[in-house]
């Protein structure tokens, strides 16, 4: 009997969790699994919503950590995790993703012994100044057992000498959640109640796109222009809430025609808000993933991605911020007839819990 940690901190985290979770408690002959939240992400809409919309079971542990610069949210994490491990003695602990909790959680765990493996490892955009670049290229370096959900990924952690036997491909988690909550997304009457037919999604909220006004400025000003011909549905996250408040031309932005600001959505809602979409305008890389399993095509409001093979192999379009480059990708995307021909990534099944469950064995 294995006994986990599973460690979840901010939204992305919490529909890589759900499936491993789940997969453990169908083999509770052979694992324990308990779920620690570190309270990185703390409001209902990027966090209880996820809880019940996943079907993820409640915390045993809350960390309460909450936001503060990197520095602080990560110590914070660090020294209220350490008397959680060392009093669980846990035989795993699994981090996921690239936010600060993961890199807190696996620098905790290396330094007490106790094993940790890391799920979405490998991924690289290469610019460093991208907070979770330096989340995934520290916690790759410390865990036990690198799990990773494409073979580039692979490469990349063998180019950094990683070792082959703390490497296992084993396919993209989060993709087990879409494909098991898709039916019950399609059942959310979110379409209906803000009366759309067609319609285009943005997300924001890079750093690198929503703290600089300028940029910020220019993003919502090619969206205006996009709203024109298609409305343009925009769920705010609250980092770039507090960004578009801080505008001097909120007011103008936020009535324009063609362009509705709503609330972070549950996972189902927003799942049934992409999934009938005609295009995603993203600059998260968990979009770039789903859309490119669905077949919807995305525009990348970034100059990289740490997911080429969405480029390669899925809908996903990397055309950075400049916003006449945005329009004009738009519009071309809308224009065309039929959805953009588009291939799944092998092992973006459905079934990738169970493998990672496999590797711990
Ligand atoms: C974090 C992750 C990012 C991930 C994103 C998804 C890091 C370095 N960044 O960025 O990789 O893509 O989550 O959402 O770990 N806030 C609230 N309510 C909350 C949480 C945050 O209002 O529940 C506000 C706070 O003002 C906070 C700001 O949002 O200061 C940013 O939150 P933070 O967790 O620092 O970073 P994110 O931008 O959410």
């Given at each position: 009997m294995?006994?986990?940690i599973?460690?979840?901190?901010?939204?992305?985290?919490?529909m890589?969790?759900?499936?491993?979770?789940?997969?453990m408690?169908?083999?509770?002959?052979?694992?324990?699994?308990?779920?620690?939240?570190?309270?990185?992400?703390?409001?209902a809409?990027?966090?209880?919503?996820?809880?019940?919309?996943?079907?993820?079971?409640q915390?045993?542990?809350?960390?309460?950590?909450?936001?503060?610069?990197?520095?602080?949210?990560?110590?914070?994490?660090?020294e209220?995790?350490?008397?959680?491990?060392?009093?669980?003695?846990?035989?795993w602990?699994i981090?996921?993703?690239?936010?600060?909790?993961?890199?807190?959680?696996?620098?905790?765990?290396?330094?007490?012994?106790?094993?940790v493996?890391?799920?979405?490892?490998?991924?690289?955009?290469?610019?460093?100044?991208?907070?979770?670049?330096?989340?995934?290229?520290?916690?790759d370096?410390?865990?036990?057992?690198?799990?990773?959900?494409s073979?580039?990924a692979?490469?990349?952690?063998?180019?950094?000498?990683i070792?082959?036997?703390?490497?296992?491909?084993?396919?993209?988690?989060?993709?087990?959640?879409?494909?098991?909550?898709?039916?019950r997304a399609?059942e959310?009457?979110?379409?209906?109640?803000?009366?759309?037919?067609?319609?285009?999604v943005?997300?924001?909220?890079?750093?690198?796109?929503?703290?600089?006004?300028?940029t910020?400025?220019?993003?919502?000003?090619?969206l205006?222009?996009?709203?024109?011909r298609?409305?343009?549905?925009?769920p705010?996250?609250?980092?770039t809430r507090?960004?578009?408040?801080?505008?001097?031309s909120?007011d103008?932005?936020?009535?324009?025609?063609?362009?509705?600001?709503?609330?972070?959505?549950?996972?189902?809602?927003?799942?049934?808000l992409?999934?009938?979409a005609?295009?995603?305008l993203?600059d998260?890389?968990g979009?770039?993933?789903?859309?490119?399993?669905l077949?919807?095509?995305?525009?990348?409001?970034?100059?990289?991605t740490?997911r080429?093979i969405t480029?390669e192999k899925?809908?996903?379009?990397?055309?950075?911020?400049d916003?006449?480059k945005?329009?004009?990708?738009?519009?071309?995307?809308?224009?065309e007839?039929?959805?953009?021909?588009?291939r799944?990534?092998?092992?973006?099944?459905?079934?990738?819990?169970?493998?990672?469950?496999?590797?711990?064995?």
């Amino acid at each position: 009997m294995l006994k986990v940690i599973n460690v979840v901190g901010a939204r992305p985290n919490f529909m890589k969790v759900a499936p491993i979770v789940e997969a453990m408690k169908r083999r509770e002959r052979d694992f324990a699994p308990l779920v620690v939240h570190t309270g990185q992400h703390y409001d209902a809409a990027m966090s209880d919503a996820f809880f019940r919309d996943l079907e993820l079971p409640q915390p045993d542990v809350y960390l309460d950590v909450g936001s503060a610069s990197h520095a602080l949210q990560t110590a914070a994490v660090m020294e209220r995790f350490e008397p959680v491990v060392l009093q669980e003695k846990p035989d795993w602990v699994i981090v996921v993703g690239d936010v600060n909790s993961t890199l807190a959680c696996a620098l905790v765990c290396v330094k007490l012994g106790v094993k940790v493996a890391h799920v979405e490892a490998g991924l690289r955009s290469r610019d460093r100044t991208m907070p979770e670049e330096i989340n995934r290229l520290l916690t790759d370096q410390i865990a036990d057992l690198l799990l990773t959900p494409s073979a580039d990924a692979d490469k990349n952690l063998l180019a950094e000498g990683i070792p082959q036997e703390r490497i296992r491909l084993v396919g993209n988690v989060m993709i087990d959640s879409l494909l098991k909550h898709l039916p019950r997304a399609r059942e959310s009457n979110i379409r209906q109640d803000l009366n759309l037919n067609e319609y285009v999604v943005i997300t924001l909220h890079r750093p690198s796109n929503v703290d600089d006004p300028e940029t910020l400025k220019r993003i919502l000003g090619a969206l205006e222009k996009i709203g024109n011909r298609i409305p343009v549905i925009f769920p705010v996250h609250p980092r770039t809430r507090k960004m578009i408040l801080e505008l001097g031309s909120a007011d103008r932005v936020v009535n324009a025609k063609g362009l509705l600001f709503i609330p972070p959505q549950g996972y189902l809602d927003f799942l049934s808000l992409y999934s009938g979409a005609r295009l995603v305008l993203t600059d998260s890389g968990g979009i770039q993933e789903e859309t490119t399993v669905l077949g919807i095509p995305c525009l990348t409001l970034r100059e990289n991605t740490e997911r080429p093979i969405t480029v390669e192999k899925g809908t996903n379009k990397i055309v950075g911020t400049d916003p006449e480059k945005i329009v004009n990708e738009a519009f071309a995307a809308l224009d065309e007839e039929s959805k953009t021909t588009h291939r799944v990534p092998p092992l973006w099944d459905g079934h990738t819990a169970e493998r990672i469950l496999e590797a711990l064995s």
